[in-house]
Nanobody
Framework: QVQLVESGGGLVQAGGSLRLSCAASGRTFSDYSMGWFRQAPGKEREFVAA????????AYADSVKGRFTISRDNAKNTLFLQMNSLKPEDTAVYYCAVPTARPLLDYEFARPDEYDYWGQGTQVTVSS
């Protein structure tokens, strides 16, 4: 079992920045890759970014590439998402997620059904 708790969401103006955190517990944090997803009202959950167990490999959705940075601190069992140059269309609930037994980004990391554990989400609202 893995428990995930996101934090760091809030209200920010367009062009601003936020840093999301995801604290993990229950299993060895460095055993697995992790991902960030988001879901806006009335829309499907969509992939944002993923990172391998070591942080050596990352992947991003085209919509956030160059603005968002995913990282992790295995010593602190924490995943991060640094979000810069935020746009109103980034408004959503952001979730961190873990796939079972996947240390590398060698799976379909953009598919929500590849992930077995999810946090409760943190709201990000970007005003224009």
């Amino acid at each position: 079992q893995v428990q995930l708790v996101e934090s760091g969401g809030g209200l920010v103006q367009a062009g601003g920045s936020l840093r999301l955190s995801c604290a993990a517990s229950g299993r060895t944090f460095s055993d697995y890759s992790m991902g960030w997803f988001r879901q806006a009202p009335g829309k499907e959950r969509e992939f944002v970014a993923a990172i391998s167990w070591s942080g050596g490999s990352t992947a991003y959705a085209d919509s956030v590439k160059g603005r968002f940075t995913i990282s992790r601190d295995n010593a602190k069992n924490t995943l991060f998402l640094q979000m810069n140059s935020l746009k109103p269309e980034d408004t959503a609930v952001y979730y961190c997620a873990v796939p079972t037994a996947r240390p590398l980004l060698d799976y379909e990391f953009a598919r929500p059904d590849e992930y077995d554990y999810w946090g409760q989400g943190t709201q990000v609202t970007v005003s224009s």
